[in-house]
């Protein structure tokens, strides 16, 4: 009872909607709000009058009032009901057939939407063949699927070629005629990627083309088990990848002293640095030095390939301290002069917590322990001893406390990040390159990212 108080005033708003506007200018009004929209959240319609909605289905508005929205599915046309306008995303669209059978059609790509619709379809099918113990099958379409998803996914970018975008599509269809043929369902007659209609051509030309589709569903399937052995890697546009690194805090205060620490990605197979240096200078009591910079802690390690992700790279913290000559030096007081001394280092294996973090949508937290150098004339190779676990060139902790840090995976061009992380920039966040020039330059992108510079010395 109270949800349908509740939502009297929106179903009274709409009812008023529809016993007095009469207008023409009214009800060209209404027009505009026929609009296509893609749900984003589900809505179990637990309401009077709820529609059930579920994520990725597309709906079309006939009413709106006051946050909510009055209208229909498009898979169940004949059902109306009203949903919060906040589970929903707009979607540019066209109206045709204006009247009793008008249809609003989405003004993107026909391959994405067959793309989105066809998940859909598949996602029901899957769950079945768990439930019938075809676990091969199972396991090959749940990787046909997630590689649908993030081919789609690289179509809706917008920084694609126009090469690049024809060979997603011929990618995007093999894995969809792939998925068909496995799951038994009818092969899509398809010209130049997209579906056509099967009233309008020839029963020859839809034979050639059902023909092949087949043969390059076979041809597919017969050079390996999976799809990945033929094209997996060769269908994937190159997309970077960005770490985005905070630190949380300096736990570890037995020094008494300021410190600088400096954090880099090291690749330890190869035996070099791969990125920028980024720099953190904290107080004796383990807080910024500057206040005014406490939320801006933080870098973002930029330009990472795929095969960046896949090296034996580590996240390395190199503490330097500014003080004494010596760090247990018992003289009292403050020094006279300011040495700056190497001081640790912690290190922090990317392939231990990658997973963890590419999962996430969020930041993670790490502890990392620092160790003190027995030698510092070691010190230049500190990070690879502990790497190595050279335990008598370095000093363990005597606790679990150290470096607190949290990781963030990102992926995209970097307008595409800034646009959806606006909390992560607006935090003053430290842009660190990495080391080199990036796999991949862009179209469009200027010869600066692939300029050459020398410097003659005489």
């Known amino acids: 009872m109270e949800g349908v108080l509740a939502w009297s005033p929106v179903l009274a708003g709409m009812a008023y909607l529809r016993r007095h506007v009469k207008s023409r200018a009214s009800a060209s009004l209404l027009s505009v709000w026929r ?9 179990r319609g637990s309401v009077s009058q709820g529609l059930t909605l579920e994520i990725g289905e597309t709906v079309q508005i006939l009413e709106k009032c006051e946050g909510w929205y009055r209208g229909f599915s498009t898979r169940r046309p004949t059902v109306k009901g009203i949903f919060p306008a906040s589970y929903v995303h707009l979607k540019k669209a066209i109206v045709t057939n204006r009247g009793q059978y008008e249809t609003v059609v989405p003004l993107e790509d026909p391959i994405v939407t067959e ?7 598949w996602a029901v099918l899957w769950k079945q063949l768990y439930v019938k113990h075809k676990v091969d099958l199972f396991y090959k379409l749940r990787h046909v699927m997630n590689e649908l998803i993030d081919l789609r996914r690289q179509m809706l970018s917008g920084h694609l070629t126009q090469d690049q975008i024809r060979d997603v599509k011929r990618h995007v ?9 496995h799951l038994g369902l009818d092969l899509v007659p398809r010209k130049e990627f997209e579906m056509v209609d099967a009233d309008q051509i020839s029963v020859s030309d839809l034979y050639k083309m059902h023909l092949s589709s087949r043969h390059t569903v076979q041809q597919s399937t017969s050079q390996g088990d999976s799809i990945r052995q033929r094209h997996g890697d060769a269908c994937r546009i190159p997309v970077p990848h960005h770490l985005f690194i905070s630190l949380k805090s300096f736990t570890y205060n037995t020094i008494g002293e300021d410190t600088d620490i400096f954090f880099s990605l090291y690749d330890m197979r190869e035996g070099k640095q791969i ?5 953190v200078r904290l107080n004796k009591n383990g807080g910024p030095k500057n206040p005014e910079k406490v939320d801006r802690l933080c870098a973002l390690f930029t330009d990472l390939s795929n095969k960046d992700m896949k090296r034996e790279l580590y996240v390395v913290s190199h503490v330097m301290r500014t003080g004494r000559m010596l760090l247990n030096d018992s003289k009292k ?19 231990d917590v990658l997973q963890t973090i590419s999962e ?7 502890v990392l322990k620092v160790y003190t150098c027995n030698n510092e004339n070691e010190w230049y190779m500190i990070h690879e001893n502990i790497i190595r676990k050279s335990s008598t060139k370095y000093t363990a902790p005597s606790t679990n406390y150290g470096l607190i840090i949290s990781l963030q995976l990102l992926r995209g061009e970097m307008e595409q990040i800034r646009r959806e992380n606006p909390l992560i920039f607006n935090r003053g966040v430290a842009i660190t390159r990495k080391l080199g020039f990036p796999d991949v330059i862009m179209p469009g992108k200027g010869c600066g990212a692939g300029a050459l510079g020398l410097t003659g010395v005489h």
């Not at 793309?115 to 379809?121: A, R």
């Open 360 to 366: 996430l949508k969020e930041e993670k937290d790490f």
């Open 115 to 121: 793309v989105t619709s066809t998940l859909q379809e």
């Open 173 to 181: 269809t093999i894995r969809l005629d792939w998925g068909n043929e």
């Open 275 to 279: 990125s920028e240096k980024f720099m």
């Open 333 to 351: 007081g403050p020094p006279h002069v300011q040495y700056r001394r190497p001081y640790g280092c912690a290190v922090l294996a990317m392939s």
């Open 35 to 43: 609009a296509g929209l893609s749900l984003i959240c589900n809505f």
